[in-house]
């Protein structure tokens, strides 16, 4: 087996756990989320800054606190997801917490499923040489900006 066939399959097995254990394999994403840091500390948890949240046709910025990265000497990490479950734009913020174990997708991509207190579910991929998307142990707290 080529390693190229490997890795795609880790991939594809690595999206279908997620897909199953976040939504059901049933329901549609309600939103989609875009995270960017700029910088990142050396071995230690990341506030990620900025993120948005496209929900029903509309941009919600967003802070992130709390999510790592198991990479040294990063300077830019993005990650995208989507949004299950959110009922309303007033359920987004909150802290999430590990849905599941974080998954490694090979070829520079990791992904991660969190949830928060209000059933809302996010389903995010890091990308970047390496990079393994890790939670801090409070986890990942999640603010709408005004």
Excluded: C
Excluded at 85 to 92: A, C, E, G
Excluded at 130 to 137: F, P, R, S
């Amino acid at each position: 087996m080529s390693a190229r066939a490997s890795v795609g399959r880790g991939v594809a097995a690595g999206f279908a756990l997620l897909i199953a254990v976040t939504a059901g394999a049933q329901e549609p994403p309600v939103g989609q989320v875009n995270i960017e840091s700029k910088s990142v500390a050396l071995g230690v948890g990341v506030s990620w800054g900025d993120g948005t949240l496209i929900y029903e046709g509309r941009e919600y910025p967003f802070s992130v606190n709390g999510l790592s990265v198991a990479d040294l000497g990063i300077s830019k990490v993005t990650a995208t997801g989507a949004v299950f479950h959110l009922k309303s734009i007033s359920d987004f913020s909150g802290n999430y917490v590990a849905a599941q174990a974080g998954a490694a997708l090979g070829g520079g991509a990791g992904a991660i499923a969190l949830r928060n207190q209000k059933g809302v579910v996010m389903q995010l991929t890091g990308t970047g040489t390496g990079v393994q998307l890790t939670l801090a142990a409070k986890g990942v707290d999640i603010k709408l900006k005004q």
